[in-house]
Structure formats: C-alpha cells, structure tokens
C-alpha cells in the first residue's frame, strides 16, 4: 500500500495567522476564546467564542474577490495558500496539476453570506440579491476557489459532515492517493459562523459554556465555538521524494464510522469502532499511540463517551496514553476541527511535545485518563491520533506518524 | 432622466473601468472600457439597485456600450414609471 505523506501546512486559526503562530502558541498553552466582537453580542446568552483576532477581509483580498468569497472560503484559500506554498508543489506542470484533488471540510459552508442575505430580505426589505450570492454560499465554493487560484485540475470537491467534515475530507484524499487517482490532495477543512444568528441557534441546544471550554475536567460545561481553517498538503511518499519535497509526517491510518443512534447524543461504539479501523488501518496496536488528541468538546456527555470509547479501545493502555483536547485553546472550529487538530498532532510530534488541555480545574473520577493539563508535556511521540465525532454520530479517527527517512 | 442615467452608469463603470471617465464615450464597449464579465455582473446588480429595475438576461453583456445601457436603463426605468404600481 502507497505511504502518505505530510508535505505542506497552512492554518488560520484564532491561535495565529499561520501554522507556525498557531503551533507555537498551542505549546505554550495560550487560550484563545473571548469575548465576541464582531457583531453586538449582548444580547446573546452565551458572549465568547474563539475568534481570529483582528482578522479584516480588505487586508487580505480586493474588493472583487470578496464579492464571490464568503468568510469560511477566505479562510480555507489563505490556509490552502500557506499550505501549497510550503509543500512547493509544482502546479505549474499541468499533468501534477491534473493529478492533484482539492478536498475541503465545511459543516455550515457560506453561513455569513446567508445570514446578511436573508437579513436584508426579510428585515430591510431588500428585492434582490446580489448575483453571485449562490456561489458564495454553496459548500463547495472554496474548493472550486482553490482550484482556480491555483490551476488544480484533478478532483475538487467539499465533504460536509458536522464536526468531522475534514476529518472526512482528509480520508477521502487518504483513499484518492492510495488508489493512484492523484499524487497530492489539498485538504483540511474551514469555518466560519460565529454570527449572531449561529450562536443563538446554538444556544438553542444548551452545550455551550459561558466562558471558557475545560474539556474532561469535573467544572466542564460546555464547548466554546471557534473558526478558522487548516489545510494539509499529502502526497503519495514516491510524489514527495520524486521531487524532494520535506515530509513532515506520515498519515498512516484513518477509521470512519457512524453510530447509526441519535442525532446529538454521542454512543460508545461509533467512537470506538473509529478508532479501532484507524488503529487497524495504520497497522498498529493500541499500545503503539503515545498521544490522542481527543474530540473533546468540553460538553458533559461527549468527554464522558470519549473516556468510555477510549478505555474500551486501548485497554490498561488508556491509563497510559497521553489525552489532550486543544479545542480548550482554540475552541470547535466544527467543519475545521479535525484539519485544525491535526495540526496540532503535526506540531506534538515535530516538537515532541504534547499541547495541554488547558482551564482545566480538578479532575473528574468519570473521565480517568492520562491528561495533559494546562502545560505542555515534553515525551517521545512517535504515533498519535486525532478523534472527531461529529453530532449525528459520524466519526473519524486519524493517525499520524513521525516523518521516518 | 436621460442625462441623470448616463452619469449614473457612468460612475457605476468608474468602479471597475480601466479607462478614465472622459475616456469613456457612448459607443466605448465594457470589454474596451477594461471590464470583464464578473465586472459586467457587479455592473448590473449596481444599476438594478441604483434605479430599482430588473435587468432581464443579457446576452453579451461585455460587448454593450455605454450608449446600449444607458438606452437599456432608460427603457426600463421607464416602463417602470408607466406601471400602475409605480
């Protein structure tokens, strides 16, 4: 089976505006929620979020582009751009171009654009809408951007499946490069949808928590949402040394699954049977993880199903292997999450060194695990692994190895 | 109206022209002006808003001239002041 390889990074989050900003300040334990302050929250419940600080669309796009971008696809493009730039890849050559995919997760697509144009609808009155307001909302649209910008011609699409959206994203692209479709994918995911009416909604479901999100601890109540996007460039291993490319990592694994229970309440097996086909799927046991980088969202059900799923796949492991969740930094940046953390894997096993889960109080007896709380721990890594369980019990687990030569 | 209309468009195209305003004549094409299609549609939707109007489906909108819209602008501005709900 072809090796899949890391070969570019690129990120957007409220961590920072690049990959190195955001893995720096992830190991030094920064928490990036606030309060909002794009719009007029006060009349929210909940009032933080984890926002790009002083993120201004002029500074980064002119006045035509932004006609046909939405906030999520300038996101993913800045990201893809970073990411592209880094890999070098040579998209000059038609035939690479040919034989690269774009694929990007988003869970709520142009949800700024919608919101404005329905505001303006329905409250100002407006009679119409501006003409490229569908292809500024539809999923898809930053998928297609990047490949304009860029001249990838292979397959480009968007997956959409809540808070594992990337994470699907970046199995497909697995699935594209070990059949010989492509040798690069451009892939990871994108957000944005901290908008007033986004958080109202999410209100609506009583998960979020008023001021800062500590997942697995005992004063956990709730997650905090964040934006922002995260894009990886992977190749076939033969692509990457063929053109003396760096390799950052090995993606040697993913496990998809879909709980087939309940649209918000999270069940053991889904988590579990995800782990347990990326476990099977990088050819690795249990023991072999030193690191997982958990879903953990901060809510009371979810950090308590992840410890269970957790504990049921790694056995007298699970006491052992190392657990953080870096949405208590950068909060759930939803159809972002899993690009944005694996990241945070790329970074844990470049520096050797485990980001914490930080505003974390006192322990929960109910979630027993080897936490790593509010400091980075510096540890061997040579294999980790990155859990998204989406609402509506669609999971994916990925696996990432340390660059071998 | 009509002398109002053709300043209109033509500070509309001033937006995204790459000639000068006094370049500009009656018979200059958007495509001469410097304009693309995506500028066309950002033009259409800037005149639909400006004069409350519907553009129907242009054909060739990059090949008109600033003398075909602003007979096409005048026309239905026009018919629009005609209609009994106007």
Same mark, same amino acid.
């Given at each position: 089976m072809k090796q899949i390889v890391v070969t570019g990074r690129g990120s957007l989050t409220a961590l920072g505006m690049d990959y190195p900003a955001f893995a720096e300040r992830l190991m030094r334990g920064e928490c990036a929620i606030a309060p909002i302050t794009r719009f007029d929250a006060s009349a929210l419940q909940i009032q933080v979020a984890a926002q790009i600080p002083g993120y201004q669309e002029q500074d980064w796009f002119d006045e035509g582009a932004l006609s046909q971008l939405d906030r999520f696809a300038q996101y993913g493009m800045l990201a893809a751009q970073q990411a592209i730039r880094e890999a070098?890849? %040579?998209?000059?050559?038609e035939q690479f171009a040919r034989r690269t995919a774009i694929l990007l997760g988003t869970g709520c697509g142009g949800q700024e654009t919608q919101e404005q144009g329905y505001h303006r609808l329905y409250?100002?009155?407006?009679?119409r809408f501006h003409p490229f307001t569908v292809p500024k909302l539809i999923h898809s649209s930053v998928a297609s951007q990047i490949s304009i910008a860029h001249k990838v011609t292979g397959p480009v699409f968007t997956t959409s499946s809540a808070c594992s959206s990337a994470g699907h994203a970046i199995a497909m692209s697995v699935l594209l490069l070990r059949s010989g479709m492509v040798d690069a994918a451009i892939t990871g995911g994108t957000e944005a949808c901290i908008t007033f009416a986004t958080v109202r909604a999410w209100e609506g479901l009583r998960v979020m928590a008023k001021s800062l999100c500590r997942p697995f601890c005992k004063q956990r109540d709730g997650m905090v949402l964040g934006e922002g996007a995260a894009v990886l460039v992977l190749e076939t291993r033969e692509s990457a040394e063929a053109r003396g490319a760096a390799i950052f990592? =090995?993606?040697a694994g993913f496990g998809m699954s879909s709980?087939?229970?309940? %649209?918000v309440q999270a069940h053991v097996d889904g988590p579990v049977a995800a782990m347990q086909a990326a476990l099977q799927d990088a050819g690795l046991?249990? =023991?072999?993880?030193?690191y997982i980088n958990a879903h953990g969202t901060g809510t009371h059900l979810n950090d308590l199903v992840e410890t269970q799923a957790i504990q049921q796949v790694f056995g007298g492991h699970a006491r052992t292997v190392a657990v953080s969740s870096s949405k208590s930094m950068h909060g759930h940046t939803l159809g972002a999450a899993s690009a944005v953390e694996s990241l945070a894997c790329l970074a844990a096993l470049q520096e050797q060194k485990i980001p914490p889960t930080v505003n974390f109080l006192d322990a929960d007896p109910q979630c027993d695990l080897n936490l790593v709380t509010n400091q980075a721990r510096s540890q061997p890594l040579s294999a980790v692994m990155n859990n998204s369980f989406a609402f509506g019990g669609l999971n994916t687990s990925l696996i990432f190895k340390a660059a071998s030569t | 109206m009509s002398e109002l209309i053709h300043e209109s468009v033509l500070d509309i195209f001033c937006k995204y022209a790459t000639l000068r305003r006094e370049e500009m004549t009656l018979e200059t094409s958007l495509l001469a002006a410097g304009m693309d299609s995506l500028d066309a549609v950002e033009i259409l939707f800037a005149l639909e808003e400006r004069f409350d109007i519907t553009i129907p489906n242009p054909a060739s909108v990059t090949e008109a001239t600033v003398g075909d819209v602003v007979n096409l602008v005048s026309k239905l501005v026009a018919e629009k002041e005609a209609s009994p709900s106007a």
């Open positions: 070098a890849l %040579p998209l000059q050559d409250v100002q009155g407006a009679k990592a =090995e993606l709980d087939a229970h309940n %649209p046991s249990a =023991e072999q993880i030193d | -």
